[in-house]
């Protein structure tokens, strides 16, 4: 995050949806050739990634009506096609593999159809943000009602009128659209950060900035040191390059200062990455003493501090940056507006150093020559006619609204926030575990974002990811109140 996320890839949600589980004793497949159908097409999908615990025989049968002897053969047929594995005295496991066949020989001909197939090794990418937002709490992204489509039409009419040849017909310049660039230099001000228009780049998302600075000051086998919780799409970009994660507790004010300071010491690692405003997914913001503290680590330990503002527009001017007290000295900043405008709209830029951003340059250029200079122009209009300032008030208040209701919700369902509600995400503590909740939710046709998905380390835990402008739905919270209770029940037993 996402994640979605995503993250990595977004697309705008689309009218797919997970549709909940119903066995039908007339059909005419066997009851657990029919649950075997429903596993499978999530393991394909990568609703279940590699590693995702099943429910136990007595928790499945009890939740879908049937016998233990069903479930158990639903599970023998998962086995023997290769998707699952039995770890003794631990359950059933997604087991872990490179080529998932497309088809199993029970291919489900009576199911809803699946979802589009996976681009992303995140289940928040693969999933969630191809639902139907209305049944997803976990999404990552603003549900489409909630963009200004006429916003969009109206710049990308304007541009058509006011391109010029060389926009049209060229590559654009490596650093991208040099108005873009100004408007951007004008907007990190407004934050207190202080970098000239050949100090940014712009990229394809924020998510191309932080792959590019992966590449550029990184080498496989370095040591990263990551927010615990975190963004999974983060986490697993890191993974594929090479690089060791050292996870650093997040709280409510920042990360755990102790920690981070003997995992530097004990690991010398080269980079932090981390969401200073609005962390995803627990929607804190580093406090200033925190912040000072991470900077002066840094200096001690000639640590390099990516700091990943994506959700800047969503956050009040003033809130602590570390780019804006460390004037991108040992900081790199990087932001987008894929989140805010559109995730159709992947337009993302970095902050730098003079030298630090001759070498992104580079690697842009050898890496994807430029940035398409028509959005970048694009989201420039937005920037110096102020229409994305006022999008974003508008946004502001009308989660503040969901935020509110989300936090009547969620309370009257037996939950809390860990953190003070704000931005887009909340971080909310059900009870149970969440991973076990997950496909119990799902059955019910609502995409959840448990706990383990923002854990470096895939630790299971009692927390999950909201987005309050997709969670405002009663029904949700009613059931997620009946099945949280239902997983109580069941672990009594």
Same mark, same amino acid.
């Given at each position: ?51 995702? !615990? ?18 158990? =053969?639903?599970?023998?047929? $998962? ?37 589009? %197939? ?24 603003? %549900?489409? +009602? ?9 710049? /990308? ?17 490596? $650093? ?23 100090? *940014?780049?712009?990229?394809?998302? =924020? &998510?191309?900035? /932080? ?9 496989p086998g370095d040591a990263v040191l990551v927010d615990d919780p975190g963004w999974a799409i983060e986490y697993a970009r890191l993974s594929q390059a090479g690089m060791r994660l050292l996870p650093v507790p997040r709280g409510a004010h920042g990360p755990d200062i102790a920690v981070m300071r003997r995992l530097i010491?004990?690991? #010398? ?18 406090? $200033? =003493? @925190? ?7 840094? @200096? ?14 969503? =956050? %009040? ?10 004037? $991108?000295?040992? &900081? ?11 995730p159709a709209w992947r337009v993302g830029f970095v902050a730098a150093s003079p030298d630090r951003m001759a070498r992104l340059t580079e690697l842009k250029l050898v890496a994807s020559l430029t940035t398409s200079p028509l959005m970048d122009r694009a989201v420039a209009l937005c920037l110096e006619q102020g229409l994305?300032?006022?999008?974003? +008030? ?10 509110? #209701? ?29 991973? !076990? ?14 706990? *383990? ?11 999950? !990811? ?7 739905? %009663? ?8 099945? !949280?209770?239902?997983?109580? +029940?069941? &672990?009594?037993?």
């Amino acid at each position: 995050m996402d994640t979605s996320t995503a993250s990595a890839g977004l697309s705008a949600p689309s009218s797919a949806n997970v549709a909940p589980v119903v066995l039908s004793r007339n059909a005419s497949q066997p009851l657990a050739q029919q649950l075997a159908q429903r596993f499978a097409a999530r393991i394909q999908q990568r609703l279940l990634l590699p590693g995702a !615990r099943l429910p136990s025989v007595r928790d499945c049968a009890r939740h879908h009506g049937v016998s233990p002897y069903t479930v158990v =053969a639903a599970y023998d047929q $998962l086995l023997a096609q290769g998707l699952l594995e039995a770890r003794k005295k631990r359950g059933f496991f997604v087991r872990e593999t490179r080529a998932l066949p497309t088809r199993t020989p029970f291919a489900p001909t009576e199911a809803p159809a699946p979802l589009p %197939p996976p681009v992303d090794a995140s289940a928040l990418i693969r999933g969630m943000f191809q639902a139907d937002a209305r049944r997803s709490p976990g999404l990552g992204t603003l %549900p489409a +009602e909630w963009l200004d489509l006429a916003l969009l039409q109206s710049t /990308l009419r304007r541009l058509a009128a006011q391109a010029d040849d060389a926009l049209l017909s060229g590559y654009g310049e490596p $650093l991208g659209d040099e108005r873009l660039r100004r408007a951007l230099s004008r907007r990190l001000l407004d934050i207190a950060v202080q970098a000239g228009p050949e100090q *940014i780049m712009s990229t394809v998302g =924020a &998510t191309h900035g /932080l792959d590019l600075i992966t590449r550029s000051f990184l080498s496989p086998g370095d040591a990263v040191l990551v927010d615990d919780p975190g963004w999974a799409i983060e986490y697993a970009r890191l993974s594929q390059a090479g690089m060791r994660l050292l996870p650093v507790p997040r709280g409510a004010h920042g990360p755990d200062i102790a920690v981070m300071r003997r995992l530097i010491e004990e690991h #010398r690692p080269r980079m932090y990455v981390t969401v200073s405003v609005l962390h995803n997914p627990t929607g804190a913001t580093l406090d $200033l =003493a @925190h912040a000072h503290q991470v900077l002066q680590l840094a @200096h001690e330990h000639d640590l390099l501090i990516v700091e990943d503002d994506t959700y800047a527009l969503f =956050a %009040p001017n003033h809130a602590p940056r570390l780019a804006a007290l460390d004037q $991108l000295r040992r &900081t790199i900043y990087v932001s987008g507006f894929s989140k805010m405008l559109s995730p159709a709209w992947r337009v993302g830029f970095v902050a730098a150093s003079p030298d630090r951003m001759a070498r992104l340059t580079e690697l842009k250029l050898v890496a994807s020559l430029t940035t398409s200079p028509l959005m970048d122009r694009a989201v420039a209009l937005c920037l110096e006619q102020g229409l994305l300032r006022k999008h974003a +008030e508008r946004i502001g208040s009308r989660l503040e609204a969901a935020r509110q #209701r989300c936090v009547r919700l969620a309370e009257a369902a037996g939950c809390r926030f860990v953190s003070t509600p704000a931005g887009l995400f909340g971080w909310v503590e059900v009870g149970v575990d969440t991973e !076990r909740l997950a496909p119990m939710m799902m059955d019910q046709g609502w995409l959840i974002a448990p706990g *383990i998905l923002f854990s470096p380390t895939r630790t299971p835990g009692t927390l999950m !990811r909201i987005n309050f402008a997709t969670s405002q739905d %009663p029904k949700f919270w009613q059931a997620l109140e009946k099945t !949280r209770d239902q997983v109580r +029940e069941a &672990t009594r037993r």
